[in-house]
Structure formats: C-alpha cells, structure tokens
C-alpha cells in the first residue's frame, strides 16, 4: 500500500519549538518526528510516500531527498497556496493509482496496528476508514458518532464541552478508496473533517471508523510535546529512539562520566558534555551537542543541543538548539526557550513563559510574560463560543487587548464596541489600535449592547466583531464572527495563535465610527409587525431592555408598567425570558420551543439550533415534517444560521412571538400550550477517575432511554 503523509504544517500552537522549521521536523530525542513516522510506514508495509509539503518545503526535502536511506521510496507534491488537507491530497491523485491508500500525517506519533485497520477498510469495502482513538481532552481534535458496525453517523468538528458526544476522535489516518478523489474540488482549499468526510456522509457513501488500540500523540503543543518524552522514558510508548541503554531506564550513546549524577530516567544523546558534580533526570532528555556544566540540575525537561551554565536550574522545560544559559539561571516549569537565546547570569524565566528564537535576556532578568519582541502574555482562554472573562489589568490588560487586534488583523475589517464603564473604553481603545496596527480596518460602533452591535457588523458584511462589557472591575469581550454568529473553534484558534506573531502589515489600517447602530436593530427587530395595540409590559432594566420597549412599541404593542404578558432580554440580548398570561414563568429553552412552533406553523422546514437546545424540538419538527439542525458555533456542513434571527435574538424572538400572537388572534399562554411538556435535568458527575469526554459520551448515547418522572 502507498501512504500520502500531510507534511504542509506551521505548527503555531508548537512555537517557539517550531519557530525555525515545519512542525514535522520538530526535534524529538534528536531525530524530526517525520523521520520516525517515515520509519512507522515502512514497518508497517508501505514502500511507496508522497509528502505534501507548503510551509518551509525545502528543509524537509533537503533532509530525506528521495527516501532511499530510510528505506522507502519518497517523492514530494509542494504547494504554491495551502490547500487544506483533502485539497493536498487531490493534488495527488496520480500517485495512489487504482488501489486503497492511507493518508497519515507526518507530524503525530503513533504505534497504531495499521495492518489491522487496513484489514478493517477491505472487510467492509469501505470508501474511507477513519483511524479512530479515545482521548479525554477531546477539545482540540474532530468527534466521530459511530454505530455498533463502526460505519459513520456524524462529526463534530473541534468542539466545545456542551457539544461533545463521544471522546472517540479523529487521528487524521485514513484508507480510502481512489474513488473518493472524485469528491475533492482541484484547486482549492478543502479538508477532511470540515467538508469531505460530511460529503460523503450526505451521499450516503460507505464511510467507517476504526477505533485504534494503542497510543497517539499530536504533539500540539509543549505540554503535549513533554508528555510524550515521558512516555517513551518510562517505555509506556515504544520509539525506537537512537542510543543504546546503558540500564533499564538510562539511554546514553557511551558512559556517563565520573561524578555526574543520574536520576532516571535519563536520555543522553552523541556528543554531549557533562561536568562533573550536574545532575541529571528525572526525566531528562539531553540532546545531541549540548552542554551541562557543574552543579546545574535539570528535570523533567529536554534540552535539546543548548549549553546550560554553571548552577542552572531547569525544572519542567523546553530548551531548544542552540541556547546559552548564563550561571546561575532558573527555567520554571512548562517554559519554553527558542533556538538561539541567550540569557545572562542569575536570570529566572517563570513558569509557562515562552521566549521566541534569538532573544536575549540580561544579567538578573526575571521574566514573567512571553517574550517575541515586547512585554505581554498570550495566554488567553476563550469560554463558550468567543467569549473572554477577566479583571482588567489583572487578567485582560490592555497589551493583551493590542496582541488580541492585531491577531485579528486577518479578517480585514473589524467591527468594536464597548460599554459599562472606563476600563472598557480603554480596552476597546486598545484593541482598536491592534487591529489597526496590523494592517485592517476597524469600525467602532456606539451600539450599547452585543446583540445590537453584532447585528450591525452582519448588515456592514464585517466578518468578526468584538462587543466589550464592564461590570465593576471585571470586562467580558464578546467575539462574533461571520454574520454576527457565535465564534466557532477555529477562528478563536486562529485568533490565540495569530497573538504569537508580530504584525506583517506595514501601513496602518483606518478607524471608522459609526452611530445610531442601536436605533437601526430596534427598527429592523420591529419591521413588518402590526400587533394591534396588544399590550404587554417590559420587566428588565438596562439597554437592552429599552431597546426591547422600542421595538415593542414600534411593532404596534401597548407597552405597560405591570400587563402580561411581561417581557425581558439578557445576556446581552441573547437571552428571552417572560411570563405569560397565566402567570407562568418561561426560560430561554421553553420560549426557544414557542419561536420554533410558530416558524414551523409558518412553513419553515429546517430549524437549525444550537446543540444544547432541547430534545423537544426534534419531536415538534417531526410531526411537521420538518428537520431540526444541531450546530456548532452558528454554523453547520451546508452553511451558516439559515432560521433567522428571532432564534438567537431576544428582541427579534419576542417581536416574533407577539406578531403571531396578533396574527392569530391568541396569548402567549396559547402559544406555551401548543409546546409538548418537556423538563430540563441537571446532575454532577464525578469525572475525578474518568476522563470527562467519556462521560460524556456515555450520556449523550444514554440519554434517549432516560425518562424524567
């Protein structure tokens, strides 16, 4: 069998490791994780290799040419723009001929019996096989819902917590079939998980998982990155890695030398110099060509080809090739040094710092932030769909809030609004001049709510707007994207990711204010409805509630002090809550319900919802024929948000609600009525000694025989 391996990577999330080269020619005890992939395939049968190459494609080819000294037989296909992962391997659609192919990525590691899955693929006469494996932090990775055959019953792409189902994920291997080829498009951007594997879905074509025994790592990250080492130093993962064992958990090319102090385990590779009176491991890697001087210690850290000073201590890290620590400097844990930096005496880089190739810190340097050029943390760690909570000046200060503009620089036009107090004009301020600085245009609107704000940026075409909120000394930034839709995983990826990176652009972008964005959401939420003169009240304060009034008013209802129905918006204007004529009180899920009955009543045929929306909603498109849509982050395989915004929009919803009301003749009341009872369980689980996707999977497929009593 012939393997294509996808080979094209950055590795953004990986940097500074990754800084200098493709991420699959990532050091990993002293060889490039390709090599060891390449050497994978090739004891698992494969001859023949076609390596997708985009980013740097000149350090993989210079180093493996054709192949011929590992074995295999390797030719390149090199991208002149990315392709996506299908795109790369329609382009070689000449290599696998008329037989089944694996496609495998050249940047994970894996011990996989692939002989296994091939005999899977062919007993099924599959289309495609998906190399499936459990994972307890599914977050980062592809779900996949499969029957009790293994064929495919749907994907979740990179998913939040409240929309994983299994903590089954995608490993990025695949067999298929050379008919497959004909679904990719030539030419452009596709990917697997995104648009061909729900493609092939949709066409009803044979499409199966096989879930895989054994260990896989997407070395991602330098948490990921250190937790493999680990695994290949206590022999939980088999690696053939280069020398041989001194003992049985000491590696090292030659002996260890006198009054060196190993505590294992221990790698060491060629040519490395040890002074007497350093101690070395636990859990150490020292790589090819590095240095340890007398009395430093390292733990749990790899160095790999770097020179540590006299009564250094590294606990935890990533030093990569070519550093020198000066005596005396500390390296917390989880730091990560670039190729290339050089610190002074008795310096001390904190924990999760990272310091991008050829930095220099001075003698007595305490560094406490990531270091790329200039002072400012970029960790940040969005909640829910595109949602950033935080102290200012504490959590979200505003370099933070300059990084965050200038990693959304990409989009071009950046849409910015900001209310509740000074510390949130500030940091809008700031995120203003990012997005500038890099190159794109930013709009700042006088909206005085999110729902308002993003609504706007949907209407100008702006493809990610940010709405920021003060409350007391805390902000919340409120990120959108596309069509004023919640952010999906991938742009808030793109966003943490674009933070690592100075700005390219050397023009600055334009600041546009625009104003009246508020009174141009109540006229729209209130266009077309003649309600008659029903009256109704409003019970909530704030801006968002007035603009509830408005728009009420203006659609034609009597608005009181104390009627019912009574309405009230939160959550930015998100978030409906009412009660109805009989005094009863309605939640976001049961007026949810309400708005999609009347859109079926109207004749609506697909609903499309968010995945936490209620089961009931399956059952009152069914009796109607129609077809409820679980999607993720606004978006779904066909496209964005296609049932309008009274789903999603508290004044939208109850303009909705009190239009069919006056149409029909009927009550709030009515409208709850014509809803089948339904009720929402809530539990704690304990997820101390199992990992939460599994949980979480085993209460998705068991929820159905639930009943609620």
Request: glycine residues 12%.
């Amino acid at each position: 069998m012939k393997a294509i391996m996808m080979a094209g990577g950055k590795g953004t999330r990986l940097r500074p490791i990754s800084c200098d080269e493709p991420k699959p020619m990532t050091e990993f005890f002293d060889r490039p994780i390709m090599e060891y992939m390449i050497s994978y395939l090739r004891g698992h049968g494969v001859e023949g290799i076609r390596a997708t190459l985009c980013y740097l494609p000149e350090v993989i080819m210079d180093r493996f040419g054709d192949g011929g000294s590992l074995g295999v037989s390797l030719s390149y296909m090199v991208e002149d723009s990315p392709l996506g992962t299908a795109g790369s391997v329609k382009a070689c659609s000449d290599f696998p001929g008329n037989e089944d192919f694996l496609v495998i990525s050249g940047d994970c590691l894996c011990d996989f019996d692939l002989k296994g899955a091939i005999a899977f693929h062919r007993e099924k006469k599959a289309d495609a096989t998906i190399v499936l494996t459990r994972c307890d932090e599914p977050l980062e990775y592809g779900l996949v819902s499969t029957d009790g055959e293994g064929r495919i019953l749907g994907f979740t792409e990179k998913p939040d917590w409240g929309s994983v189902v299994t903590d089954l994920v995608n490993t990025g291997i695949y067999i298929l079939s050379p008919e497959v080829l004909e679904f990719i498009p030539g030419n452009r951007n596709f990917d697997f998980g995104k648009d061909l594997f729900p493609l092939l879905l949709r066409e009803k074509r044979k499409l199966y998982a096989c879930r895989a025994e054994g260990r896989w790592y997407d070395i991602g990250n330098p948490q990921a990155y250190m937790a493999c080492c680990r695994d290949v130093l206590d022999g939980v993962f088999s690696l053939p890695i280069p020398p041989s064992r001194l003992a049985d958990r000491i590696f090292a090319s030659r002996p260890i030398p006198q009054g060196v102090k190993l505590r294992e385990p221990v790698y060491i590779g060629e040519n490395v110099s040890l002074e007497a009176g350093c101690t070395i491991g636990p859990y150490a890697i020292i790589g090819e060509g590095s240095a340890v001087a007398k009395g430093a210690k390292v733990e749990h850290s790899a160095v790999c080809g770097a020179e540590i000073g006299e009564n250094c201590r590294i606990a935890g890290a990533v030093i990569c090739r070519g550093c020198v620590l000066g005596p005396g400097t500390a390296v917390r844990d989880g730091a990560v040094l670039g190729s290339g930096v050089r610190t002074g005496a008795d310096c001390v880089v904190e924990r999760d710092v990272r310091v991008w190739p050829g930095k220099t810190l001075e003698d007595d340097t305490r560094l406490d932030h990531d270091f790329f050029g200039s002072a400012g943390r970029a960790d940040i760690a969005f909640v829910g769909s595109g949602q950033l909570y935080g102290d200012f000046n504490r959590d979200i200060c505003c370099d933070t809030c300059l990084r965050i503009g200038a990693a959304t620089a990409r989009f071009e036009r950046v849409a910015v609004a900001w209310a509740g107090g000074p510390a949130a004009g500030c940091a809008a301020l700031a995120l203003e001049a990012g997005i500038c600085s890099g190159g794109a245009e930013a709009v700042e609107t006088d909206a005085d709510f999110a729902s308002a704000h993003s609504h706007a940026a949907a209407n100008l075409g702006i493809p990610l707007s940010v709405f920021i909120r003060q409350e007391d000394a805390s902000l919340q930034l409120g990120f959108f994207g596309p069509g004023g839709l919640p952010l999906d995983k991938q742009i808030e990826r793109e966003i943490k990711n674009g933070m690592s990176e100075a700005p390219e652009s050397k023009k600055a972008g334009e600041l546009i204010r625009i104003s009246g964005v508020t009174e141009a959401y109540v006229s729209a939420a209130s266009s077309g409805a003649e309600c008659g003169g029903l009256k109704l009240s409003v019970s909530g304060k704030g801006a968002v509630n007035r603009a509830l009034r408005r728009a009420l008013s203006l659609a034609g209802c009597d608005v009181r002090s104390d009627a019912l129905p009574s309405f009230r918006a939160e959550n930015e204007g998100f978030a409906l809550y009412a009660v109805d004529e009989c005094g009863r009180e309605l939640g976001p899920e049961e007026l949810l319900a309400m708005v999609v009955t009347v859109e079926l009543s109207s004749g609506a045929k697909d609903i499309y919802v968010p995945y936490s929306a209620p089961s009931v909603l399956d059952s009152i498109a069914e009796a109607r024929d129609a077809v409820i849509h679980r999607v993720e982050g606004g978006k779904s395989a066909d496209g964005p948000f296609a049932a309008g915004l009274a789903l999603r929009d508290a004044c939208f919803a109850a303009v909705r609600l009190v239009r069919a009301m006056s149409e029909h003749s009927c009550s709030l009341a009515d409208i709850f009525d014509r809803v089948p009872r339904f009720a929402i369980s809530e539990s704690r689980v304990d997820v101390s000694n199992t990992g939460r996707a599994r949980v979480m999977g085993e209460l998705s497929s068991g929820y159905r025989s639930a009943s609620l009593r």
